[in-house]
């Protein structure tokens, strides 16, 4: 059974810091990861998605890098600001069996002003 | 705007009233999902369709009813409505089942309460 794991479930950084997140998984049988942002009571918005083959996606100042064989992900946020304090997710699809995304109990993180 | 429509937002209704909470989506998906999420279990899937008329049990189907009738239209329905069933629920869809093309987009949730 598929387990993904977020480290360090809360994060509190100043403003401008670069920062990482972290996901494991325990089935390196995947067919993608997707990092979603989540805000307070809203629902999720999609960040950023791997594909299996892939090792990294960007967008703007995220960057999300995938290891398949050691079972890892990580996010990174350059100079963070106000506006990316959320929940941070990511959910991994699984390679067979029932079409269900597995996610992680996510990271949430604040960044001060 | 390609989005996926959840109604209501909030609810609040009592044991044992049947409810539906819809789900709409105007990007053609086929592979459509419903997610509830609570404190400590994180997002657990309900029920997913593969398509029109295709539908299958996710990880905790109980107590909860779908239909897919139209390609864009998801319902969820609560036929008898129990406090445990008090969660934020996400309806989700992607283009295909394994989310390759453009990963799986969500809507902004529905939180319901059963008193």
């Known amino acids: 059974k598929q387990e993904v794991t977020q480290i360090p479930a809360a994060l509190s950084v100043p403003e401008g810091e670069n920062l990482v997140l972290n996901c494991s998984f325990t089935?390196?049988?995947?067919?993608?990861l997707q990092w979603f942002r989540q805000d307070p009571g809203k629902g999720l918005t999609s960040l950023l998605l791997i594909q299996s083959s892939q090792r990294e996606q960007t967008s703007g100042r995220l960057n999300a890098s995938l290891d398949k064989s050691s079972g890892r992900s990580t996010l990174y946020i350059a100079a963070s600001q106000p506006g990316d304090s959320a929940t941070y997710l990511c959910a991994v699809r699984r390679h067979t069996g029932r079409r269900a995304l597995t996610f992680g109990s996510g990271t949430r993180l604040q960044v001060q002003p | 705007e390609a989005q996926v429509t959840q109604n209501p937002r909030y609810l609040i209704t009592v044991t044992g009233k049947k409810l539906t909470v819809t789900c709409s989506q105007n990007?053609?998906?086929?592979?459509m999902s419903w997610y509830r999420q609570d404190p400590g279990l994180g997002l657990r899937q309900i029920y997913y369709s593969m398509n029109v008329e295709v539908t299958d049990k996710g990880d905790v189907p109980e107590g909860y009813k779908v239909s897919r009738k139209e390609k864009r239209n998801f319902p969820l329905i609560l036929e008898s409505p129990s406090p445990n069933q008090t969660s934020l629920y996400f309806c989700?869809?992607?283009?295909?089942?394994?989310?390759?093309?453009?990963?799986?987009?969500f809507g902004s949730g529905t939180r319901l309460t059963v008193v």
């Open positions: 989700a869809s992607s283009f295909s089942p394994t989310g390759a093309i453009d990963g799986y987009t």
């Open positions: 089935d390196s049988a995947i067919y993608n």
């Open positions: 990007m053609n998906h086929e592979y």
